[in-house]
């Protein structure tokens, strides 16, 4: 089943509604659950079984009542406690970086500022701003040590990610980078369009992914050829802290980001942003520069 935040509120797609969103039709869970489930999309995950196994329950020739318009849809998991993001996971990556692949995962965070919905600009006010297309995972069940085996059992869902990065801020100074900040700005970590659980997916370890630049492909992998795959990552994680639900899992990037083209080429303003991940949707987003208020005038 796949779900979106409209408009600040957890709604239910219609299960035969599957390419744009725009259109489509939708549930609002709290309405149709006559108050028994909440509204507020960060407060879904909490109570996350409990929506799923209502969502089973109702009636696809029911009132599915909304219809859908894409600038209202928001981020899936819109106020994350934690966000983690994995560096170098896709071996085509690391070569591209120059970088060897690592033994463990390389886990850096981001802050929860930098959250934002699937459509809509983006603001940047350098120009080393570049993209990263990514699976991201949604915890429904709380984890701590969590083992691989088990580890699916407490993901709410995928939906779509950008890790948008400014290398300059992510790579200073040289010796000692700085992922989190880099990776950290308003609006650096687009999530959606919708939140799809795995069960809904052909194959949840197996997605293709991509994303264009003003329509040329720019990156195209699968999620087969991640070195660490989901459950590793959570229990990994969730063997050092424990994981909470609402909480955002990016699972790295394949070969193909702007830093590691010949030559180099960074976002700018104007410029239109797809990304996708098969069975979850796209996200568009354009980029325009940022207003940079000056402290005492000039
Ligand atoms: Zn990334």
């Given at each position: ?30 309405r ?59 071996s085509d ?68 990610a950008q ?13 000692t ?7 950290s ?14 069960d ?50 990016l ?10 083209h ?9 410029d239109?942003?797809e ?10 987003h ?13």
């Open positions: 089943m796949r779900f979106v935040n409209y408009a600040g509120r957890l709604v239910l797609l219609h299960p035969d509604d599957g390419g744009a969103l725009d259109g489509a039709r939708g549930l609002d869970v709290e149709a659950s006559h108050g028994l489930l909440p509204a507020a999309p960060e407060a879904a995950f909490d109570r996350w079984d409990e929506i799923v196994d209502w969502a089973r329950g109702v009636d696809a020739s029911g009132p599915y009542d909304l219809i859908l318009h894409e600038p209202f849809l928001a981020s899936p998991s819109p106020r994350p406690r934690q966000i983690f993001g994995v560096g170098l996971n896709y990556h690391s070569a591209e970086t120059g970088m060897a692949a690592p033994e463990l995962p390389l886990i850096f965070t981001k802050l929860g500022t930098s959250v934002t919905g699937p459509g809509g600009p983006i603001p940047i006010s350098t120009d080393a701003v570049d993209w990263e297309v990514e699976v991201a995972v949604v915890i429904g069940r709380p984890a701590r040590h969590a083992t691989v085996d088990t580890a699916w059992e407490h993901v709410a869902g995928l939906t779509v890790d948008i990065s400014e290398r300059g801020i992510q790579m200073r100074p040289a010796d980078p700085q992922f989190g900040l880099g990776k700005l308003p609006a650096f970590t687009p999530l959606g369009p919708a939140l799809v659980t795995a809904a997916l052909d194959d949840r370890e197996d997605l293709a992914l991509g994303c264009s630049l003003n329509g040329e492909e720019r990156q195209s992998s699968r999620t087969s050829y991640l070195i660490f795959d989901v459950p590793h990552l959570i229990a990994y994680l969730s063997g050092i802290t424990r994981l909470l639900p609402g909480d955002v899992i699972t790295g990037t394949p070969s193909g980001v702007g830093l590691a010949d030559p180099q080429r960074f976002l700018r303003p104007g239109e942003l990304s996708w991940v098969e069975g979850i949707g796209s996200m568009r354009s980029f325009v520069a940022e207003e940079q208020p000056r402290e005492g005038g000039s």
